[in-house]
Each structure stands twice: as C-alpha cells, then as structure tokens.
C-alpha cells in the first residue's frame, strides 16, 4: 500500500531512498505515477491531482492547491496535504513531510482499527446460555429417573443406570452444533455463489437482525461511472437516458427543476400475499421466475422518454462536437464471454470518459473518426489553478476553431456571446442571468457542470501563443476589444448514478423494516440528490462531517435517527455513527472499500467490505465481502441471514420437543409405577440417532417462508429460545409422552408381548417426530397447505429413511430381537396411524391458538421465571449481545495529533531518547543521537524558514520553509501551528 522509495532533495540533490529512511522535513518530490509515502505539506503544485479514493471515498482525484485549509477542515478538503498511501493521478508537486508511520494519517486510522474491539456473535452466546440449561435440565431428569426406577421400581443398580444414561444422551441434542453449523454453511455457500463471501461463518446469522444498513455512495450505491445526465443550450434543455460509460441512451427534452432531473423511478406495487417458499438459492433482487408471488419485488423501470426527433438531433451533434474533440481521455471496449456484453472502461478522466459517452449516443461516431476529420492543431492542457483546456482544429476550408471546456465560474466571464438557437452559425450577446441561473439550479442538484464554449480563429492566428493565462487575459470581455470572442455554446451536467438494482434492493429493504443510510466523503448536495433518486433521503437532511465534529456523543444518538445521509465525512464520523446507532439498539451493517472505513466496519455489527475496489485494510476489518461491489447482494444476503435464523430456529422447536420426549416418556413411566419402561435404553439412543441425522438435516435446508423480505427486523438480543419455543417444547413433549405411554398401557391390557408393546410405543414415537418435523416447516403458518409439499426435495428423502428404518428394526428377524421388540399386528398399526394424526392436528391447532389465547397467559409465566433466573443462565448478561473488548467510543477530540500522532518535534525527542524513528513503513529507528539533530534542523527549518539546508545541505529546506511560513490566505497563521503534525492537517 504504501511506496517501498521516495524521492528527496537533500544536501541540494535529488536522490531516491528507502521510504522507511523517510523522516519529518525531507523535502520530497512527486510526480505522476508516485506512491505518496508520507503525509506531505506541499509548497509547490503544479497541476497536481492525487486520488484519495481510499481515505475520503471521492470518486474522482483531488486537485492540489497551496493555499492553507481551515482548521476544522473535513480531510477532502485539505487540498494542501497530500497524504500517505494515495496516489498521484496527474501533475507535479514538491513538499515538506510532516508525518510519517503512525503520525500519518493512515497511521492514525490503523491505530484507530486496533482500539476497536469484537463485536459477540448473538447466535454464539444464546447457544451457550442453552448448553447450561440443556446440562442443568438432564442432570435433574437423569437423577429423578434413576431414583424412581432403583427405589419405586425395584429395577436393580445397572437397569437404573442405563435407564438414566439414555435419559440424558436422549434430551442433549448432540448433533445441535453440528446441525447449526451446517445451517450456516449453507448459508454462507448460498451467499458466495451470490457474490457474497462471507469471512466469519456466524456473521450469517446476524444479517437476518439488520435493521440499519449504513452504505458508502460511490462503487456501491452508484455504479461510479460518470455519466451526463443534462445539456443546457441557449435553446433549451435536454436529458440524456442510459447510465455508465455503455454509448446506449438517447436524448429528450427536459426541464431543471429537481422533480424532473434526472427521471425518478416509479415505486414498486405493494407486495402481494405471500404463496409457497422459494428455493433459498434465488437470493438475487429483482424479478425472479422460481420466486413466489408477492416474496419477489416488482422490477422497477423509469418512465419512458420520447427521443429528439433527427433535426433536432443533428443541430445538437454540431454543438456538442466539442466535447468529443477537446478530450484527452478514452474508452476502451472489451468484450465479456461471461455476459456476451461489451464492457466499456475509462482510459484517463472519468468525466471526460463521461463526455464520449455522450458523443456517441448522439452518433458522433469515434473519436478516431472525429479528430481525423477535424484534427487538432494546438491544445492548452488543464491547470487546476484555471480549471479549464482547449484544443484547436482544423474544419477544413481554412477554418479553425478554438473548442475550450472547463467550469463554468470561469468560463462563463471569458464569453462575450453565445450560440443562439441551437445553430453554430447564429451568435448573439451572451445572456449571463440565464446561464447562471441553469449553473445554479444543475449544481443545486448535486450534478458536476461542465461549460462548453467555441471560437472562430481568425486567419493566420499564432497558435504559439495559446495558453490558459493567455486565454484568460485576452478572451476576457471588457477594454481593450478581447483578441477572441468566446462564445457559450452549452452547459453538460454529469453525474455518477445510482445503480438500477440498488434502487430496486433499497426499495425490498425498507419494505423489510430496514433503515438504509448513505455515509459520503462526497460533497452535501451530490450525496443529496443520490439520496433523493435511490429513495433513501427521508427529510431530506444532510448533515456534514464538522458538524458532526460539533456534536456530542448524545446528541449525536438522537441525530442519527433523524437523517439518513451524511456527507464529507471522516473516519472518526463514521465510527461514531456506528457506535450511536449500536447505542439505540440498532443491529447495523457498515459497507466501506477505502482504509478510512476499516474502524467502523470493525465496530458494526456486520462490516461489508468492498471486493473490487476495497482495499485490503477495509478487507480484514470486515466480516463479509462483495464480490460485485453491488448493494443489492446486501439486501439479498439479508434475506439469507433471515433463512438460517428461521431454519436455526426451527430445528430447535423440532430437536428439543422430541428429545425431551425421548427421556420423560421413560421418566414418566417410572412414576407412573410401570415395572417395565415402554422404550429402552438401546430405543431411545436409537431414535435420537435416527431423528438427528436425518430430520434434523432437513430442516437444515429449509428455504424461506413466504414473506420474509416484508416482516420486520427481529429485535436486537432476541432470544433464540423464546416464549414459543419454550410452551411448544412443554405442549409438544406431553403430546408424545401421552401417545407412548398410553399406547404402551393399551397394548398391555390387550394381552399383548412386550416385545409388540415396546414396538409399538417405539413407532408411536419415531411417527409422531416424523409428523412433527412436517408441522416444524412453518414455525406459524399452517401446514394444511399445497405449500407442505413443496419447496424442500430433502424432506421426502429424510422421512423416507426415518420410516424405512423404522419398519425395518420392528420387522427384521434378529434386528428387533436385538432391540427388543417384534413384528406389530394389524390393530397396532392403525393406533399408531391415528396417533400421527392426533399429533399433526393438534400441533396446528396449537399454531392457529397460541399467539390469541396461549401466550397472553403464558408470558406473565416466563416473565416471573425470567425475572428469577440466575445470571448465569441468562441471556440478557450481555446487554444487545455485545462484548467487546476494550471497545473505545472514539471521538474527534481523542485524535488530536497528541492523542493520534505525534508532532515531528516530539519524535525527534522521542528519537533522541530512544535511539529509534517512526517511518512509514514502521521499521525501527537508527542512529539515533545524530538522527535527532537532522530531524531537529529540519523540523525548524520547516516551521521558521531559516537556519540553513535541510539535512546538511542545500537551501530547499530553507525555502521549503520560507514558503510555508509565508501567509498564504486567512488560515495561514494557524496553519503554521500546525505544521509539524498532519493527523490534524491544520496547514
């Protein structure tokens, strides 16, 4: 990540050395290509553009300037820094380092990812607190059982011990972990074969809680292609269709105002009552052929728009060459045997790309065909200091024209006059309220505005004189004449969009109960209007990175509920978000792909990093990672995460019932006073094996009920063992104690063996399990639906086996003997029949009443129980299920360079003390005494401008800091406080 050499000037030469050799006051050099190896305060730029994707999360790179930023300055806005670890897109640029290793800015958020703790795993900690129940509960069972059956029963010390042995093995659900553990992979392999690789197999289960989704914009939320959204003309405005560099869209008429720029998506229907699960495979958002009627959300299309008709079109072409022909960049077609698309890249400027696009959904053709028509003759590059290039060209017939692009606060002022009704050949005087009017309201939209203008070269004009500063002094109107009379020819609003599935999977979310939030380094009105188009901007406030910064960490819990995008923030703000919304209670999932996102994806609950774009750092602190960058896979692992909670769920409401069924039915026949046990010892480890591995399994793969994506999150700490779980595991267990023990007595008073009596109690209760498992499919809805039979091929596999195994230990010869049991009579088979059906029906009895009539009951029961239970069997030990270790609530005022990174003064202290320097690569300090003294000379050299050479030599120290001590704007003097620390970067 960062540059292995930096290239310096010390004694007054230039010589390149090991980036760790760096330390605070070299003077370091850049250029295009560069690695930045350290936080630098730059003296000199010369159309220097660095990309800090990775720390402020702007899609496209920042230009440099000299002039010193606020204090409070959000880190994008720092244009005087140029930070370690970015890179150097464009220019030329000289600087005096100010802080290297842990004093750098990415130093500062590394130390801030390490004083982050875990987040617990709810799933892992309710699993647990059921161990000591499941323990507490058998040594009871198992103890009472043995003492009934030596000291009621008479039965002798081993047959009691066997007894209670098989007790406790039948009521522990041994294959529980194993079982869970299968859920989760299943999970986790669904959601990577849906571009979801999920890093810690239990973070699955706790996006089923998600109720918050805080979002980056660029990459995931947009599709982070520029893409021109409006032309304004003299004669009128335009908007163009189709999103990314793909040249496929048209143009329309359009209007300004924010309803109408760009096109909102229609909303999708409400959703319609909900039919069979679909296969838990289908995660993808969107429209889904296998998906169930109203579980599938609506595809969401925007309204169609006439196109221009040829005239128009054609008179527009002639306007809009200039953006093809005065463009640097390209884009570059590559076919893609995967889709059998072409995929369309960006060769140089996103915006210029942007402007290509343009061209040639207009049918300018290439621009190879273009610029060989009209080939350029002399161009003036972009300079950040004039925020504009033009180009000349050669029309033919001795014509040629000067095409000049740029923005338009500057190049408005050089326009005497402009092009009137769409028509290059009609000019009149420039109508300034106009254009400024269609600036301001494109810019209020959050859209980038690009102004283009033209002008005819007269005949044997010197090309050699062109440059920006020219161009500047002399197009200018006003007296003297200008020797050339620029005319505006349009205005082009650009902008990166939202991607179409994010529209759709923002819609699913919020129909899910889920609160999506968008957290931008971009700025406040950009953020805005992809807000408003994807559906997520609420009231429509935005707050900032400083004002964040302003606000106390109270204030800030009642903030975060109120808004929904938030805008130039920084690593401290996005932490802070995270940790105010974890403090009201909220399960929320970060998503971030630079290094400034890595504390706060290590603070969610769930952090999502970026596959494509995302940086290694943002990588290791995440718990799951985007194979497509997309958020809609979000959304859909979301729905997943709900799949194996449910599923998860579901096995125990099915494994707990039957194993404690398995061990009372025998504890209740000692009780009773039977001298012989309706199932033995070698029946009921028998079933327990049988039931585990196979019905159990089943439900494992389980898809989603109907609906899943339209119920609301599950509250935070929820119990995995709840109310329901509990009575259903009370009701369903006597259910099938009654059963067996019932059948065994009738069996009996028949006159019946019992070896016959103990198979039947033995089919009784492997068919009641089997009938049950049907019931535990749908942990409320009704079983007396088509749906039953549908949607899981694994169940007709599973209680194929469990019946055959039945009917083959009760009628094979030695087998049953083994167990000690016979062949069963034709009577026993039609009680047993009977028995099943008794157990389906009034478990759906119990389903249509529990919620009505069980449970206004029964939770004063559980809440009494609850409110006397010991800590150590309680889940609510762990508040919202979080235990972190040595979790810090970071705060701006905790990064101040002397909490977060030291000043170049004290570590030339600290490395005159000890003998060792941070660099940026974190190696070990040499030399140190006489280190300290060149440290030292430069570090005052730096912040006062004199006493000689930097390092021994030269006089680039002492210019260096000359021109940083010279007051370059209103900040300077506390830019000069801060020089020797750029965690701050208050220079």
Known sequence: MLSPTATVLRGGTQEVIQAEDLVPGDILLLRAGDLVPADVRLVEATNLQIQEAMLTG?????????AACAPAAPLGDRRCIAFAATHVAAGTGRGVVVAVGDGAEIGRINKMVASVGQVRNNLLHQLEVLGRWLVSLVLIIGLVAFLLALLRTKTG??????????IAVAIVPEGLPAVVTIVLAIGTTVMARNNAIVRQMAAVETLGSLNVICSDKTGTLTKNEMTA???VTAAGVYGVSGVGYEPVGHLHTAALTPEDAPPEPTKPAPPAPADPAQPHTAIAIGPDPNAPEGDSPKPITATPTPALPASSLSALRSLLEGAVLCNDSALSATPDPASGRTLYKPMGAPTEAALLTLGAKMGLGTTQELTEAKPRLAAVPFESEFKFMATAHDEGGGRRVLWVKGAPDRLLPMCSQQVLGDDLSSLG?????????????????????????????????????????WLQQQASPGPPPPALRLSCVALVALLDPPREEAVRAVHVAHAAGITV????????LTALAIGKMLGLAGNGRVITGPELDATNDEALRHLVSDCNVFARTSPENKLRIVQALQANRQVVAMTGDGVNDAPALKAADVGVAMGITGTDVAKEAAKMVLADDNFATI???????????????KILIFNLPVNLAQGTSILYAYILGFQDPP?????????????????????????????????????????????????????????????????????????????????????????SQVVYFVNCRFIKLASFHPRVVRGNPWMYLSMSITLGLMVFVTYVPGVNNFFHMAGMIGVQWARVVVCLAIVFTVVEIEKALVDPLFMPILRPVFAWLEAHTPEWLSVNTVSNSRVVSGLKSISLSSCTPAACGKSSDSESREGSANGRTSSSGGAARK????????????????????GGAAAGGGGEGAKAGKAMATPRGPTAKSSLASTSSATDANV
């Open 58 to 66: 702007e899609s496209v790179p920042t230009s440099k300037a000299l």
């Open 157 to 166: 010390f081993q047959t009691a011990f066997e007894s209670a042995v098989s």
């Open 229 to 231: 959204v409006r032309v």
């Open 429 to 469: 005087s420039l109508d300034g309220p106009y254009w400024a009017g269609a600036q301001a309201a494109l810019g209020s939209q959050g859209l980038r505005v690009l102004a283009l203008c033209r002008a005819e070269l007269p005949p044997g004009f010197d090309l050699s004189v062109l440059s920006a500063k």
């Open 517 to 524: 939030k968008m957290i931008t380094g971009d700025h406040a």
């Open 635 to 649: 959304v859909a692992a979301v729905r997943e995460g709900r799949r194996v909670w449910d599923n998860i769920r």
């Open 679 to 767: 199932l033995t010892a070698l029946q009921v480890l028998l079933v327990n094996l049988i039931t585990s591995v196979t019905l159990g399994l089943a439900l494992a793969a389980e898809p989603p009920e109907p609906g899943v994506m339209q119920r609301p999150p599950r509250r935070a700490g929820k119990r995995l063992v709840g109310k329901l779980l509990l009575w259903r595991m009370f009701f369903v267990c006597h259910i099938i104690d009654i059963l067996v023990i019932g059948m065994f007595h009738w069996a009996g008073n028949t006159g019946l063996s019992l070896a016959k009596r103990r198979a039947e109690s033995f089919c009784v209760l492997v068919g």
């Open 927 to 946: 030399g140190g005494s006489r280190l300290a003294r060149v440290m030292s000379q430069r570090a005052a050299a730096a912040a006062g401008g004199g």
